[in-house]
C-alpha cells in the first residue's frame, strides 16, 4: 500500500509545474535519495556541476515513469531515463 500512495503522489507531483525551489548542492556523479515532494520545486535543484541529474525515488513503482519523464522533458532537461530498480526508480538526465 505504501509504495502504491508514494507513485500517486510522485505522478500528482510531476503533473503538477514546478515552482522555484532552493538549489540543493549534490556531489558530481552521486545519485541523491528523495522523496515524491521533493521534485515539487523543480528537478533543476539537483543538478550537479557538471550538469547532470542523478535521482533515487525509493518505494516507488514504474508507473509513475512516463509522468517523471514528462517533467523532465517540460523543465528543458535531455537524455532522460527512469529505470525501474529493486527498491525504486532511479532518475537520470542532462541539461
Do not use: H, N
Not at 505522478?11 to 538549489?23: K, R
Not at 528537478?43 to 556541476?49: E, I, K, N, Q, S
Not at 550538469?51 to 532522460?80: D, I, T, Y
Amino acid at each position: 500500500m505504501k509504495r502504491a500512495l508514494r507513485t500517486v503522489i510522485l505522478i500528482w507531483y510531476a503533473l503538477l509545474p514546478s515552482g522555484g525551489g532552493v538549489p540543493s548542492p549534490v556531489e558530481p556523479g552521486g545519485v541523491r535519495r528523495c522523496d515524491p515532494a521533493d521534485i515539487r520545486g523543480g528537478m533543476g535543484v539537483y543538478l550537479d556541476a557538471s550538469g547532470e541529474l542523478r535521482l533515487f525515488v525509493p518505494s516507488c513503482r514504474g508507473l509513475a515513469a512516463p509522468f517523471v519523464l514528462f517533467r523532465l522533458k517540460r523543465e528543458g532537461f535531455s537524455r532522460c531515463s527512469v529505470r525501474i530498480t529493486e527498491g525504486g526508480l532511479l532518475i537520470q538526465a542532462r541539461r
